[in-house]
Nanobody
């Protein structure tokens, strides 16, 4: 069973940066696509960024140029570097492992989520 543990959330001022990390266990990490989603109260969970097993990435339009997703297969880790943060980036961020090598559903597992709050 795949387990995902996120870290790195917190409170940051607008324009600031944060780095989220997600460590996976229980699967052959390098074989699977990974992603970051976020959710705010009353809204559906939305894709922020994803990276397939070959390293190809895709981003939500709202974060292009500000966020960078990366993976370290040796450490079973996927990271999300967030820069130029805006109040509208405030959400609970979830790490996910897809069921295959491409970043398309279904999903194999979700992390517990980490809160990111952008506020002055």
């Amino acid at each position: 069973q795949v387990q995902l543990v996120e870290s790195g959330g917190g409170l940051v001022q607008p324009g600031g940066s944060l780095r989220l990390a997600c460590v996976a266990s229980g699967s052959i990490f390098s074989m699977y696509a990974m992603g970051w989603y976020r959710q705010t109260p009353g809204k559906q969970r939305e894709l922020v960024a994803a990276i397939n097993s070959g390293g190809r990435t895709n981003y939500a339009d709202s974060v292009k140029g500000r966020f960078t997703i990366s993976r370290d297969n040796a450490k079973n880790t996927v990271a999300l570097q967030m820069s130029s943060l805006k109040p509208e980036d405030t959400a609970v961020y979830y790490c996910t492992q897809y069921s295959g090598s491409y970043s398309t559903p279904p999903f194999a597992s979700w992390g517990q989520g980490t809160q990111v709050t952008v506020s002055s």
